[in-house]
Antibody, heavy 122, light 108 residues
Framework: QVQLVESGGGVVQPGRSLRLSCAGS????????MHWVRQAPGKGLEWVSL????????YYTDSVKGRFTISRDDSKNTLSLQMYSLRPEDTAVYYC???????????????WGQGTLVTVSS | SYVLTQPPSVSVAPGQTARITCGGN??????VHWYQQKPGQAPVMVVF???DRPSGIPERFSGSKSENTATLTISRVGAGDEADYSC???????????FGGGTKLTVL
């Protein structure tokens, strides 16, 4: 079955960087668009970023544009999110999520990982 | 930007039917998706495209829409259904997906 396992979270000071990873298994990783979605403490879900199945398209929510970079390594079935210039408001659980359809992007989150917590604090 | 409004909490007795609403302007013209989140677990999609169920999701979960409200209905509720439920649509004004604030379902 589909498995998504995030890693890389932790406590980081404002202005520093962090890299999150998501390992996918149980499906053809290279055929699916992949997302990062976050949830701040006590808040609702917030979409962060998308990379298309072939890596040709990348999109970001406005608040992270220019600071976060999404990438994928299909040889390792891994999705990454490089986060720079972190702010306290970036504190959240970060989930990776798989598109619901193969080869397309509908922003429908068919499978999710359990998340990794990022805390930005001095 | 498009706003989705959910009640913070819904309570229902075991065996009864829970209805969780998601309000949005002209939501009838949107495709609505619903996600279940249990503490410490990965979110799970329970309904997509308004009323379709992913494989493995019981028929007790169903979705519907009217002009400005989408509804997730869970029949014959059990303790295992206690979770946060969030709705989601595509916001064409920002070209981003948006989520409702989530509703905590409590089984009394």
């Amino acid at each position: 079955q589909v498995q998504l396992v995030e890693s890389g979270g932790g406590v980081v000071q404002p202005g520093r960087s962090l890299r999150l990873s998501c390992a996918g298994s149980g499906f053809t990783f290279s055929s699916y668009g992949m997302h990062w979605v976050r949830q701040a403490p006590g808040k609702g879900l917030e979409w962060v970023s998308l990379i298309s199945y072939d890596g040709s398209d990348k999109y970001y929510t406005d608040s992270v544009k220019g600071r976060f970079t999404i990438s994928r390594d299909d040889s390792k079935n891994t999705l990454s999110l490089q986060m720079y210039s972190l702010r306290p408001e970036d504190t959240a659980v970060y989930y990776c999520a798989k598109e619901n359809i193969e080869g397309g992007v509908l922003y429908v989150f068919g499978s999710w990982g359990q998340g990794t917590l990022v805390t930005v604090s001095s | 930007s498009y706003v989705l409004t959910q009640p913070p909490s819904v309570s229902v007795a075991p065996g009864q039917t829970a209805r969780i609403t998601c309000g949005g302007n002209n939501i009838e013209f949107q495709s609505v998706h619903w996600y279940q989140q249990k503490p410490g677990q990965a979110p799970v999609m329970v309904v997509f495209d308004d009323s379709d169920r992913p494989s493995g999701i019981p028929e007790r979960f169903s979705g519907s829409k009217s002009e400005n409200t989408a509804t997730l209905t869970i029949s014959r509720v059990g303790a295992g259904d206690e979770a946060d439920y969030s709705c989601q649509v595509w916001d064409s004004s920002t070209d981003h997906p948006v989520f409702g604030g989530g509703t905590k379902l409590t089984v009394l």
